[in-house]
């Protein structure tokens, strides 16, 4: 199992601290940087400026948003940054959900496994540089009855495949990754509902005749090291909150539903309930210590290893966190023991 650094969002504050943050992954030899975008910062200007600044470590969109570009801009895109960079860029991709689609970007979020079968299907086209025809349900290139012409990508990335991964939550989105994708990037990951989640990916290579040995699955999760377990989760409540309360409507959150299908019902319900009535202390009150323990890593150094190697026999390949602190040194300290703490493990590849 490998090491990634999910940066979060750009924007907040934090910006100085994130490039420092992504040059210490570098120098420790971990595998990959992740940076993200909601309706703020993008995350293809982040992943060049990241790669500016960094040497060795992959840098990964974690992820592009789907219906924010076009699947040629989305393979231009990546087709430069793998060419800024020297071959280390990783392609995220991510449907995010209606709130976004179509509050943010115009773009009805209908036929959204059709659509992001297709979108895919048109990224690795334009990445092979072949001349761009498609005739989809979703997607037609060139314009029928236009003066538009099949156009071929102009620049070469330095590698021949550049990895492209999927966002996936439900049950259709992990099957869809396991059928289409190089990789599956997942949150709010529990090693205990792995059988669910990932089952649901293996058995979809499976009938395609293809196995795990060349599929990344990709955990991301937050990290907090510290004695008190119970401080240790306060400190990820508000996040947590947030996304399993408030990310998305009351008919379509899919962070809730996910904790729903791992037997959080009532707590779901009562954190969205509270979240939506503004009441966000509440929410935070109302997430069970169970559940942030199961997706998240916290406790002292030798609690986080034993973890680890559930997430190694769940099938992970990558465990990607978020470094949780109040300062930048909190935050470099959590970086640093997480190499210590892999190694420690015997999960390291």
């Known amino acids: 199992m490998k090491l990634g650094l999910h940066l979060g969002y750009w924007g907040a504050g934090n910006d100085a601290q994130n490039i420092v943050l992504a040059q210490e992954a570098d120098k420790l030899g971990y595998d990959i940087v992740w940076t993200s975008e909601a309706y703020g910062s993008d995350a293809a200007t982040v992943a060049a400026w990241v790669a500016a600044h960094t040497t060795r470590v992959d840098i990964g969109s974690g992820v592009f948003q789907i219906p924010g570009r076009t699947p040629a801009n ?87 495949q550049i990895p492209i991964y999927l966002a996936a939550i439900g049950p ?16 709010q990951f529990s090693p205990e509902h792995a059988d669910e989640t990932l089952g649901l990916v293996r058995k979809a290579r499976q009938s395609i005749g293809k196995s795990m040995s060349d599929f990344e699955v990709i955990a991301t999760t937050s990290v907090v090291f510290g004695d008190d377990l119970e401080a240790c989760a306060d400190s ?90 109040e300062t930048i040194q909190d935050k470099l300290t959590s970086v640093r023991m997480m190499s210590e703490v892999l190694d420690l493990s015997g999960c390291a590849s």
């Open 172 to 187: 259709k989105s992990l099957e869809l990754a396991g059928e289409i994708a190089d990789g599956w990037m997942s949150v």
């Open 236 to 325: 990820l409540r508000p996040g947590s909150a947030l996304y399993i309360g408030g990310m998305g409507s009351r008919t379509m959150n899919f962070y809730n539903q996910n904790v729903q299908r791992m037997g959080y019902e009532h707590a779901a319900k009562e954190v969205q309930d509270k979240y939506l009535a503004k009441d966000y202390i509440g929410a935070q009150a109302a997430l069970p210590f169970e559940l942030l323990d199961q997706i998240s890593l916290i406790g002292p150094p030798a609690r986080v290893a034993d973890r680890l190697q559930a997430y190694a026999q769940a099938g992970v390949t990558n465990l990607t966190f978020t470094a949780v602190g």
């Open 74 to 160: 989305t393979a231009m895109t990546a087709a430069t940054l793998d060419t800024l960079s020297g071959g280390r860029f990783r392609l995220g991709l991510g449907l995010s959900g209606p709130q976004v689609s179509e509050g943010w970007h115009g773009v009805r979020f209908d036929h959204p496994m059709q659509r992001t079968r297709e979108y895919v299907e048109i990224v690795r086209m334009a990445l092979s540089r072949d001349r761009l025809q498609y005739d989809g349900d979703c997607f037609t290139l060139p314009l029928p009855d236009s003066q538009g012409k099949p156009l071929t990508l102009t620049i070469h990335p330095v590698r021949e």
